[in-house]
């Protein structure tokens, strides 16, 4: 932010998710990049947000997906609802990337390079952050995918299965959450010992499983690494 | 009056004298503006005030040259550096000074003023030029406001500052005292 002492200065952020803890930090730098001055740090957390909500559908497929058929299908979804691609999002985060020629998706919410396991199942996520006009169209075009049983239409599922190489069995709408029940619900991750394999120089995992759609982040660090956090793992 | 023409060569010559117009106004109205003011280096002075001695019937303004000011790197916080006015309002106005980062320490700069207006002819200046002395930086003191309400994730951050430069920030999800982020200056 450019700073003049006579003008209003302001900086504007976007995204930011209700109920939640943030913490701002900033230098002082004068115009000649000679002086700098630690301004220190200072948490704030954003109010709650009933607007803000989770809608949320779970797919079944004969098989996992591959990261071409996983975009296939959330671009399908995306151009359906007419949403941004960021607010349409899979298990694992990843949304729509609408790059012609594109092979996978894309990640837009945080710069994990790992890669992506797919399973039999996943949830896609629509996220609204208010109650305009244009939330609720999307609101609207996304609700229209599923019949009045929450069940994908015959001509939904006929288009996103045409995308994905015919392994879509079913596609079912699970309801809404809020900001609060999504970041505090309680879920119970299981994780099998992970076996290293000697000769092929891999970790193999056998077994994941959550009581809660979601997405398990791995790393891998030397013995004495410091344990990472969430914030490292997802942008490492 | 009768030109006067001296010198060797003075036969040489003839003097004329141009027309002069004079116009005998009532100044019995001042308009009170400081002489001087300092302003320190990319920061601003204290408020300053303008006073008049009665409001203009219609209109007065009293500006400070935009080109010596610019050629100096100096600002205000008036519009067209003007202060302007009217019939009604406030006899006093204040008024910032200020010099952009790059004006020179211990200069002092005249800043011509000068009157205009409808009312031009009623009022007189306490002084025709303004002296102003840029100081030393002075110490940054940046407040940060933190928003009071947030419309779809959106918040709107002031930052506040007595000297020009720049707020660098981070911002990250968490409870967290110190910056990782360490700036360093080359």
Redesign the interface.
């Known amino acids: 932010?450019?700073?003049?002492?006579?003008s209003?200065?302001?900086?504007?952020?976007?995204?930011?998710?209700?109920s939640?803890?943030?913490?701002?930090?900033?230098?002082?730098?004068?115009?000649?990049?000679?002086?700098?001055?630690?301004?220190g740090?200072?948490?704030?957390t954003?109010?709650n947000?009933p607007?803000?909500l989770q809608y949320e559908a779970v797919f079944n497929y004969s098989s996992p997906l591959n990261a071409s058929q996983r975009n296939s299908l959330l671009c399908y979804i995306t151009t359906t609802v007419g949403a941004n691609n960021d607010y349409i999002l899979n298990g694992a985060g990843e949304s729509c990337n609408s790059t012609t020629g594109a092979t996978a998706p894309e990640d837009l919410w945080y710069n994990f390079t790992g890669s992506t396991n797919s399973e039999n199942n996943d949830t896609i996520y629509l996220i609204v952050?208010?109650n305009?006009s244009s939330s609720q169209t999307f609101v609207q075009n996304f609700m229209a995918l599923f019949n009045s049983t929450n069940a994908l239409t015959p001509t939904n599922l006929a288009y996103i299965n045409n995308s994905v190489s015919g392994v879509l069995l079913s596609g079912v709408y699970n309801g809404t959450q809020t900001y609060v029940q999504v970041s505090t619900g309680n879920t119970t991750a299981t994780v099998q010992s992970s076996i290293y394999n000697q000769t092929g120089n891999f970790i193999n995992i056998t077994s994941v499983s959550l009581t809660y759609p979601g997405s398990i982040i791995f790393g891998v660090g030397y013995v004495n690494s410091t344990v990472p956090s969430q914030?490292q793992l997802l942008n490492c | 009056l009768t030109p006067s023409v001296t010198g060797t060569d003075a036969a040489l010559y003839a003097g004329t004298i141009p027309t002069i117009t004079l116009t005998v106004i009532n100044v019995s109205n001042t308009a009170t503006i400081p002489s001087a003011l300092s302003v320190p280096k990319g920061g601003c002075s204290t408020a300053s005030n303008v006073i008049l001695t009665k409001l203009p019937t219609s209109d007065l303004s009293i500006s400070l040259s935009s080109s010596v000011l610019q050629a100096n790197n100096i600002y205000t916080n008036l519009t067209s550096n003007q202060i302007t006015y009217g019939a009604t309002g406030n006899m006093s106005q204040s008024f910032l000074v200020c010099s952009n980062a790059s004006a020179v320490t211990g200069t002092s700069v005249v800043i011509p003023l000068t009157v205009s207006g409808t009312n031009l002819s009623d009022y007189k200046l306490s002084t025709y030029s303004l002296t102003v002395t840029v100081g030393s930086a002075p110490t940054p003191s940046v407040i940060v406001s933190l928003p009071t309400n947030y419309s779809a994730g959106t918040g709107i951050f002031n930052v506040s500052s007595n000297v020009e430069g720049y707020y660098i920030y981070s911002l990250r999800q968490g409870n967290y005292t110190t910056d990782a982020n360490n700036l360093t200056l080359y």
């Open positions: 932010v450019a700073l003049s002492p006579v209003k200065n302001s900086s504007t952020f976007v995204d930011l998710t209700p939640t803890t943030y913490t701002l930090c900033g230098y002082y730098l004068n115009s000649t990049n000679t002086t700098n001055v630690s301004l740090c200072q948490t704030f954003t109010p947000d607007t803000w952050v208010d305009s914030e």
